[in-house]
């Protein structure tokens, strides 16, 4: 009854060892070194990307993963939309002292 | 390089530096106000 | 130029025999760091990323300067997370100080440099505790600080040399020293110890070996310069930044919004310290900008450069 779950826990765990180096990977490649077939790894790296565990996108044209730099863009555009609210907030106690 | 991805990313960080520009400029400003807000209580204080 | 490496056990011996330092806790003024040190300490420094490191400066002194002639790094790290962090090296600093004579090298130990990854160049109240000790029991001795984040951000090198005074002594007023962004949950670490130390002057020297090194690497550096860019590089720690002045923005906000709606009197002190408030803000956010913008200049002369299409002759 658990085999396939297990199968499919071990199978992301060593998935997401093998792309951590990379930014762009072939999905080939994963099947030949998870030795799986592409299908089924189009379908584990679209329930990791669901569950937020992979940034990043497939191109399925060109049967390639790019994972995204978002977590980075984002803290940064979450600090800038931070100060943009401080300022407005600042701009309305300033404008009521004026 | 020559390419539509490169372009997008670099006209990416283009448009966030003039955005932190642009918010900077706002907060010198808010300051300055601030600072006349004050000379201006001080000036006319009544106190 | 290559003088200054030379080592005079005599002159040193009576250094440390009339010991000047003890009348005059300002004696020492200036700091000398050679290029190898330097180059030392900064990539030490970077290689911790966002962990603080710490290592060991030899080198000499003379007059009111400490020379500094080479940099080792300690097998410790997190210097503000534990009293005393050193002392987990103390056998390490022993055992390389009596190699490195029985090598050749006569140079005492003279410092300890460590790095403050993000937050600028002072001492933290652990920092010094611990250059008191030093100063107690291995004077003359100095404390150096490297930020290797703004390092990279500034593109030049952010660095600072401190000694402490003693315990009890009152300093007189000093002139303001140069400005820098501290973050605001190190500002108050920062303001409680910043009267018991002061800042001393550093500058560089190199010896004939090091120019000719260097001129052979100036390609390669260049190579280095034009394929980085530090919009890319430094995310993290802009973002921060800039979080960081969110904050404070709402502290100085909320401050500003109590003294109209409160009708409070506040002392004329308090009101200055408010409005430099806002003006050191202002002096952040400015600084954020300029980096930024330095950044984006040498991406957009890049572009122009290498990517346009060269016209026909």
Redesign the interface.
């Known amino acids: 009854n658990y085999i396939e779950d297990l199968l499919k826990n071990i199978r992301t765990q060593v998935l997401l060892k093998l792309i951590k180096p990379y930014t762009r990977i072939r999905l080939p490649f994963i099947s030949e070194e998870l030795n799986v077939p592409e299908r089924d790894v189009e379908q584990l790296l679209v329930s990791l990307i669901l569950d937020n565990r992979v940034n990043g996108h497939i191109d399925q044209v060109n049967r390639l993963l790019e994972r995204g730099d978002r977590s980075k863009g984002m803290k940064k555009y979450a600090a800038i939309d931070k100060w943009n609210t401080q300022l407005r907030s600042l701009y309305q106690t300033i404008s009521n002292r004026v | 390089?020559?390419s539509e991805k490169f372009q997008d990313d670099?006209l990416m960080?283009?448009n966030?530096?003039l955005?932190?520009?642009y918010?900077?400029m706002?907060?010198?400003c808010?300051?300055t106000?601030?600072?006349l807000?004050?000379k201006f209580n001080t000036t006319y204080d009544r106190h | 130029v290559d003088l200054i490496y030379f080592y005079d056990e005599a002159t040193q011996s009576k250094m440390q025999q009339e010991k000047p330092w003890t009348n005059d806790p300002h004696f020492f003024r200036r700091v000398k760091i050679s290029a190898l040190a330097l180059l030392k300490m900064v990539v030490h420094a970077r290689s911790g990323g966002t962990i603080e490191v710490m290592g060991v400066m030899q080198g000499k002194t003379d007059g009111d300067t400490f020379i500094v002639m080479d940099a080792f790094a300690l097998p410790v790290e997190g210097t503000e997370t534990r009293v005393n962090a050193q002392a987990d090296a103390y056998e390490y600093m022993v055992d390389y100080s009596q190699t490195n004579k029985q090598a050749g090298r006569p140079e005492n130990v003279v410092g300890w440099y460590h790095s403050h990854p993000g937050y600028g160049c002072w001492l933290s109240g652990i920092d010094v505790s611990t250059q008191m000790l030093n100063q107690q029991y291995q004077d003359p001795f100095f404390a150096l600080v490297i930020d290797p984040t703004r390092t990279v951000s500034a593109g030049k090198v952010d660095i600072g040399a401190f000694r402490t005074y003693p315990q009890g002594y009152k300093p007189p007023d000093e002139p303001v020293s140069e400005y820098q962004t501290i973050p605001l949950n190190k500002i108050e670490d920062f303001g409680v110890h910043c009267k018991q130390y002061y800042a001393l002057d550093i500058t560089y020297f190199k010896s004939s070996l090091d120019c000719h090194l260097l001129d052979l690497l100036w390609n390669k550096y260049w190579v280095n310069t034009l394929s980085s860019s530090p919009l890319l590089g430094n995310r993290d720690y802009v973002a921060g930044q800039i979080s960081d002045l969110a904050e404070k923005l709402e502290q100085v906000e909320n401050q500003l919004a109590h003294t109209r709606l409160g009708f409070l009197v506040m002392s004329s002190q308090k009101k200055k310290d408010e409005e430099s408030q806002l003006a050191k803000i202002t002096r952040d956010s400015s600084k954020i900008t300029v980096e930024q913008v330095h950044g984006l200049m040498s991406q957009v002369i890049k572009d122009i450069l290498f990517n346009s299409p060269l016209k026909p002759t």
Do not use: G, R
């Open positions: 390089i020559e670099f960080e283009f966030d530096t955005l932190i520009t918010l900077a706002f907060t010198n808010s300051s106000m601030n600072e807000v004050d």
